[in-house]
C-alpha cells in the first residue's frame, strides 16, 4: 500500500468539506535506548515553519506523541482555511 | 493498526543496525485543486530545523514526493549517526 493511499484512507469520512488538512508525521528511531528524544522541541519549529506558509490556527492542531524504548513518533494534524476560505479573509 | 506499528514494520529488515533513523511524512491534502503546493519548499525549511538538533549527512537523506489533484505526499527519510557515534565524533 502506498502512502497516498494510507493518507487518502485516513481522511476518508471526514465531515468537513471546505478545509485543506495537512499531516506531519515525524517518527525517530533510536539505535541506542540512550538517545535523546528531540521530537517535541522539533514539532514547536516545524509548527513555526508552517506558518510562513500558511495561516494556522492553534485550535485546529492536534498533536499526538507515541513513545516507547527505541521509536517515537509524533503525529500532527492540523486543518487548514481553503484556498478560497483564505482569499476571501484577506 | 498503529503508527508505531507501520514504522516499526517500514524499517525491519534494514540492514545497518548502528543508526538512528528519522522519517518525515508531510500530507498535504487540499480542498480546491487550485491550491498551491508547499510542500517542497516547506521541506528545504524543515531539514534546516532538523540540522539544529543533529547531523545530517546530504547523502543520507532520501526525499520522495507523490503528487496528485488533491493530495501531496512528501516522505523525508534521514539515517542519523547513533548517539555513541556522534559522541566519538566531537
Redesign the interface.
Same mark, same amino acid.
Given at each position: 500500500m502506498? /502512502?497516498?493511499n494510507?493518507? +487518502?484512507r485516513s481522511?476518508a469520512g471526514s465531515a468537513t468539506?471546505?478545509?485543506?488538512?495537512?499531516? =506531519? /508525521?515525524?517518527?525517530?528511531? +533510536?539505535?541506542?535506548i540512550?538517545?535523546?528524544d528531540?521530537l517535541p522541541?522539533?514539532q514547536r519549529? =516545524?509548527l513555526e515553519?508552517?506558518r510562513?506558509?500558511?495561516q494556522v490556527d492553534d485550535q485546529r492542531v492536534q498533536v499526538k506523541l507515541?513513545s516507547?524504548k527505541n521509536?517515537s513518533?509524533l503525529?500532527v494534524n492540523i486543518e487548514l482555511p481553503?484556498?478560497?476560505d483564505r482569499r476571501a479573509a484577506r
Open positions: 502506498s /502512502l497516498m494510507l493518507f +487518502r481522511s468539506a471546505a478545509r485543506d488538512r495537512l499531516q =506531519i /508525521l515525524l517518527a525517530h528511531e +533510536r539505535a541506542s540512550n538517545g535523546a528531540f522541541q522539533l519549529e =516545524i515553519v508552517i510562513k506558509y500558511v507515541d516507547d521509536l513518533v503525529e481553503a484556498v478560497t
